[in-house]
């Protein structure tokens, strides 16, 4: 009886605290105070499961960030090529990518409008911010803006390039894991097992 009315009080302030759980709260909170040791380990469980997936959504959305900069360079340089400003080819070639840069452009731009260009690219973080950093140093020093961007736009190809040339390397040992416990005993399975059964047929076992 008194797992039940722990459980039940549990629930309330579960519910208090968060009003959006669901029915199952309840379920659960019991199943945690009859099986404390099976519910701990079904929460170390969750937990692990949720910081990967954390990491890996984490990891993706950083790989998107850093694709969407490579492309809003590579379309700044073609405002650029076609006599726009820094800030108005920005501005153009936001519009093309992903809403996390759209924002973080949009205040770069209002920086750069009310500060200057440089001390505004210079201060501003971000997926972009090399991009913005190369061209407040082409800025300052006079230096062709243009050129800075496409050096950015090399910069990233040659680090994606790296990247994909590694995970190509790590393959392999990847893949071992999987030939040497799933594949590789059903080919030996294949290959052995037709003349072991005969071997055993002709002693007569």
Same mark, same amino acid.
């Given at each position: 009886?008194?797992?039940?009315? %722990?459980? !039940?009080?549990?629930?309330?302030? !579960?519910?208090?605290? &968060? *009003?959006?759980?669901?029915?199952?709260?309840?379920?659960?909170?019991?199943?945690?105070?009859?099986?404390? &040791?099976?519910?701990?380990?079904?929460?170390?469980?969750?937990?692990?499961?949720?910081?990967?997936?954390?990491?890996?959504?984490?990891?993706?959305?950083?790989?998107?960030?850093?694709?969407?900069? /490579?492309?809003?360079?590579?379309?700044?340089?073609?405002?650029?090529?076609?006599?726009?400003? &820094? %800030?108005?080819?920005?501005?153009?070639?936001?519009?093309?990518?992903?809403?996390?840069? /759209?924002?973080?452009?949009?205040?770069?731009?209002?920086?750069?409008?009310?500060?200057?260009?440089?001390?505004?690219?210079?201060?501003?973080?971000?997926?972009?911010? +090399?991009?913005?950093?190369?061209?407040? +140093?082409?800025?300052?020093?006079?230096?062709?803006?243009?050129?800075?961007?496409?050096?950015?736009?090399?910069?990233?190809?040659?680090?994606? +390039?790296?990247?994909?040339?590694?995970?190509?390397?790590?393959? *392999?040992?990847?893949?071992?894991?999987?030939?040497?416990?799933?594949?590789?005993?059903? &080919?030996?399975?294949?290959?052995?097992?037709?003349?072991?059964?005969?071997?055993?047929?002709?002693?007569?076992?």
């Amino acid at each position: 009886m008194l797992p039940v009315v %722990v459980a !039940i009080g549990a629930t309330e302030i !579960i519910r208090w605290r &968060f *009003p959006a759980a669901r029915w199952w709260v309840f379920p659960a909170v019991v199943g945690a105070v009859l099986f404390p &040791f099976p519910a701990l380990a079904l929460v170390v469980a969750a937990v692990a499961n949720a910081r990967r997936t954390y990491i890996r959504r984490a990891r993706v959305e950083r790989s998107k960030a850093e694709r969407d900069a /490579v492309t809003l360079a590579e379309l700044t340089g073609l405002g650029l090529s076609a006599g726009m400003s &820094f %800030v108005s080819a920005l501005e153009a070639a936001a519009h093309e990518v992903g809403p996390p840069l /759209v924002a973080e452009v949009q205040a770069v731009v209002r920086r750069a409008r009310h500060r200057g260009i440089a001390p505004a690219l210079e201060e501003s973080p971000g997926a972009a911010r +090399r991009l913005y950093l190369l061209a407040a +140093r082409a800025t300052v020093t006079g230096a062709p803006v243009a050129a800075a961007v496409r050096s950015y736009v090399a910069e990233q190809r040659d680090a994606e +390039r790296a990247r994909a040339l590694a995970a190509a390397r790590r393959l *392999p040992v990847q893949l071992l894991f999987p030939l040497a416990l799933l594949i590789l005993p059903g &080919f030996m399975v294949l290959t052995v097992g037709p003349a072991l059964l005969g071997a055993l047929e002709r002693l007569g076992l």
